[in-house]
């Protein structure tokens, strides 16, 4: 299974971005994946999930200001991020945790 994550860089507090994760080797539609997140001497943390009913699953520290998506014709899932504070500055994982498949990260920065 690989996973790409695509989308990320430096971001402007209270702009938008979205970030893309395309896998190859298996299909998002029968798994729950999403988006994980992780600074430096932290833990990985839970941003959003999406099972294969589309049923979604968010992170407290970013409820609200998130929205996780996926278009199974192109096998890609998308996080959406609006309203980004300096605290969303991590570097992104896309995954499917049972397969213990991840993807190569894409660093968010977000700062004035």
């Known amino acids: 299974v690989q996973l790409v994550e695509s989308g990320g860089g430096l971001v402007q507090p209270g702009g938008s971005l979205t970030l893309s994760c395309t896998a190859s080797?298996?299909?998002?539609?029968?798994?729950?994946s999403g988006w994980y997140r992780q600074v430096p001497g932290k833990q990985r943390e839970l941003v959003a999930t999406i099972d294969g009913s589309r049923n979604t699953r968010y992170g407290d520290s970013v409820l609200g200001r998130v929205t996780v998506s996926r278009e199974n014709a192109k096998n890609t899932l998308y996080l959406t991020m609006n309203n980004v504070k300096p605290e969303d500055t991590a570097v992104y994982y896309c995954g499917i945790p049972n397969l213990l498949s991840w993807g190569q990260g894409t660093q968010v920065t977000v700062s004035a």
């Open positions: 080797g298996a299909d998002f539609k029968f798994y729950i």
